[in-house]
C-alpha cells in the first residue's frame, strides 16, 4: 500500500527536542519573573510569582504549538516544490 503525503510528511523527523525546549521555558519563565523583581526592585509574593510562572509557561507552550503546525505546512509546501522541481525536470527531458 502507497505511504500518503499527509503519512510522509508527518514521518519527517523533527530536529526540536521538546525535553529541551520545555526545559528552555521553564528557564524563560523563572528569569523573566527574576528580571522583573530586579528591574523593580521588588520581590513578588510566592503566589503572585507562582502564577506569573504559570502563565508565562502557558502562553510559550501556545508559541511552540503554533510553531508545530507551521512546520508541517513548511513540510507540505518542500513536498510540493520537490514535485513541482521534478515535474519540470521530466517535462525538459521530453
Known amino acids: 500500500m502507497a505511504i500518503s503525503d ?3 510528511i508527518g514521518s ?3 530536529a526540536v527536542d521538546l525535553a529541551i525546549v520545555g526545559d528552555n521555558i521553564n528557564d524563560i519563565a523563572d528569569f523573566t519573573v527574576e528580571k ?3 528591574k523593580n526592585d ?3 509574593s510566592s503566589e503572585t510569582r507562582e502564577a506569573g510562572v ?3 509557561k502557558e502562553v510559550l507552550w501556545q508559541r511552540v504549538e503554533e510553531l508545530k ?3 508541517m505546512q513548511v513540510l507540505a509546501e518542500m513536498f510540493t ?3 513541482r522541481t521534478l515535474d519540470e525536470i521530466i517535462d525538459k527531458g521530453k
Open 6 to 8: 499527509q503519512e510522509k
Open 12 to 14: 519527517v523527523r523533527s
Open 36 to 38: 522583573y523583581e530586579f
Open 42 to 44: 521588588a520581590s513578588l
Open 54 to 56: 504559570a502563565k508565562i
Open 69 to 71: 503546525k507551521r512546520r
Open 81 to 83: 516544490l520537490a514535485e
